[in-house]
């Protein structure tokens, strides 16, 4: 049983940083690559950044220099550093891992980040 659980999120205000964690378990973890979505009220859920197998890393521009995803193949778990966050990075957020040799993916249940005063 594939299970992707997330953890670290909360309330932050503007300019704070949070780090997440998604521990994945049931995968062969390092052969899939790893990603972070996230999902504003009335909005759709929109890509992050994700982290390749070989750990080549890809950012929506708006979080780019602000937020790093790295991967622990050892511990089987995906981190996102954010920092200096701000008022629109409030969202639920959500880890994904997918494998392009099989078609598989697989999310998590989100964890819920907000950034207010």
């Known amino acids: 049983q594939v299970q992707l659980v997330e953890s670290g999120g909360g309330l932050v205000q503007p300019g704070g940083s949070l780090r997440l964690s998604c521990a994945a378990s049931?995968?062969?973890?390092?052969?899939?690559?790893m990603g972070w979505y996230r999902q504003a009220p009335g909005k759709w859920r929109e890509l992050v950044a994700h982290?390749?197998?070989?750990?080549?890393?890809n950012y929506k521009d708006s979080v780019k220099g602000r937020f790093t995803i790295s991967r622990d193949n050892a511990k089987n778990t995906v981190y996102l550093q954010m920092d200096s966050l701000k008022p629109e990075d409030t969202a639920v957020y959500y880890c994904?891992?997918?494998?392009?040799?099989?078609?598989?993916?697989?999310w998590g249940k989100g964890t819920l980040v907000t950034v207010s005063s």
């Open positions: 049931g995968i062969v973890f390092s052969s899939y690559l």
């Open positions: 994904y891992a997918g494998n392009a040799v099989d078609g598989m993916d697989y």
């Open positions: 982290i390749t197998s070989a750990s080549n890393t």
